[in-house]
């Protein structure tokens, strides 16, 4: 089970810090992704957080975006700065290993200009 939390309405040039908690798997096992849906857009990947650590990130995140994970507390967390009027989505928190994956029910981002 993968629980997003911490979304929102945020004006242009604001933060947020959206939370994953997860159950029911063995977390540190598992590759930790946020994918975002824009209004009438596909999904698409935002950033992700290896089990083996590494990090990688979508070009419109890298700058301002930061994805960490905690294993003990088996949560993923994604800090998003200086949100434009273009990050207006419904954000998916997403566990992968080898062919399993999971996805949480997704939060809703809205940046207001």
């Known amino acids: 089970q993968l629980v997003e939390s911490g979304g929102g309405l945020v004006e ?7 939370s994953c908690e997860v159950d029911g798997i063995v977390f540190s096992f598992y590759d930790m992704m946020w994918y975002r849906q824009p209004p ?32 003990p507390k088996k949560t ?17 928190c997403n566990a992968r290993q080898g062919r399993t994956t999971y996805w949480g029910q997704g939060v809703q981002v809205v940046v207001s200009s």
Not at 12 to 18: N, V, Y
Not at 76 to 92: K, W
């Open 12 to 18: 242009s040039g604001g933060s947020l810090r959206l």
């Open 40 to 71: 009438g857009k596909q999904r698409e990947l935002v950033a992700a957080a290896h089990a083996d650590r590494t990090t990688n990130y979508a070009d419109f995140a890298k700058a301002r975006f930061v994805v960490s994970r905690d294993n």
């Open 76 to 92: 993923l967390v994604l800090q998003m700065n200086s949100l434009q009027p273009e990050d207006t989505a419904v954000y998916y």
